[in-house]
């Protein structure tokens, strides 16, 4: 097997464009998180699949624009490349309508791709890839050939009319960390019937439920929650920033979690990077901008205020 340092990260998923108000802009989770991790200095494989048409083309050349390779994403003769309609309220959030039968909901596993997944370190991938069958089939068909050493990152990512209940479950059933914001967990606690009544809890009981490694809970401006199976319970308050969008930003904080995660680095400073690097993202327009590790360090370095959830204080371990 190849060193760690070269094996590659997967991010299987939506390429889409952001149809903003302002214009449109090149995302999906699996791409904003991918570039992350390109920038952070992982060879990083990006799975999906656009449409032969002047979108999909844009596409590509704004994905090699990010430091990211094409060779693993599939174009399409007949189903258009992705686009979402995103609203942004007055605070920055966004509210979204994903157009339906486009070039992602087909992703298959050609030779080239299927020959990189028993080398990976990393796969990524969330919900809204899965509405569709063929890319459910071709998601189980790559985690059955990954190594067992393999971190199987999955984040919900729960959008409108793009996700089910059994969906959730099988997704949860192949993954070892997942990630959620607090109103999906609640979605997950509602509809599972868990009994916890505490953020803590739940994370926990998700975890056990499902056997998974590790739960990071995003929980907005108040920062995040991390749980693991060793018993470690983290919280990391938010740090109080001027948002301008929030597109990008758990996806973000997935991508510099993950990175430390690699490195071996403790829970409580995992967390606190993350949450950085997502706060950093919400203070910019687009989910892609560049932020290198060293405008990170600074910036936690001269962080601004934190915003502290005061019932979730005995779990704050700022490192």
């Known amino acids: 097997m190849d060193t760690d340092l070269h094996r ?10 952001d149809l903003l108000p302002d214009g449109p802009a090149l995302g999906g989770a699996p791409l904003n998180f991918a570039a992350r991790m ?20 844009q596409a590509l050349l704004g ?26 309220d007055a605070f920055g959030n966004a509210d979204y309508h994903i157009l339906q039968s486009v070039a992602y909901d087909d992703i298959i596993l050609p030779n080239e791709t299927e020959l990189l997944v028993p080398r990976a370190k990393v796969l990524y991938f969330g919900s809204l890839v899965q509405r569709s069958l063929r890319a459910r089939q071709t998601l189980k068909q790559i ?8 971190m199987i990152v999955y984040d919900l990512n729960l959008r409108k009319d793009c996700y089910s209940r059994e969906t959730i479950h099988a997704s949860l059933e192949m993954a070892q960390w ?3 914001n607090e109103e999906e967990s609640r979605w997950v606690a509602d509809t599972f019937e868990l009994k916890a009544n505490s953020l803590p809890e739940r994370a926990v009981e998700i975890l056990e439920r499902w056997h998974l490694e590790g739960v990071v809970m995003t929980l907005g401006s108040k920062g995040a929650l991390a749980v693991t199976c060793s018993g ?10 001027q948002a301008l969008e929030t597109i990008g930003a758990g996806d ?10 690699l490195a071996k680095d ?37 962080a601004p205020l934190q915003v502290m959830d005061p019932t979730l204080e005995p779990w704050c371990k700022n490192p």
């Not at 390109?38 to 083309?57: K, Y």
């Not at 985690?143 to 393999?150: G, K, M, Q, R």
């Open 266 to 302: 403790p829970l409580p400073f995992c967390l606190r990077r993350g949450c950085a690097l997502g706060s950093m993202v919400t203070t910019q327009h687009g989910a892609t901008q560049s932020i290198s590790m060293n405008e990170l360090n600074q910036w936690i370095r001269t």
């Open 178 to 180: 997942m990630k959620c």
């Open 252 to 261: 973000a904080t997935t991508a510099a979690f993950v990175h430390h995660w």
């Open 63 to 88: 994905i090699q624009k990010l430091g990211l390779s094409t060779s693993c994403i599939q174009e399409d003769t007949h189903q258009p490349t992705g686009t979402v309609e995103i609203q942004l």
């Open 232 to 241: 470690q319970i983290v919280y990391q308050p938010g740090f109080q920033v």
């Open 143 to 150: 985690v059955a050939i990954l190594p067992e050493d393999a």
């Open 38 to 57: 390109q920038a952070f200095g992982h060879p990083t494989q990006i799975i999906s699949r656009v449409g032969q048409d002047s979108l999909g083309q």
């Open 8 to 17: 590659p990260i997967l991010s299987f998923g939506e390429v889409l464009w």
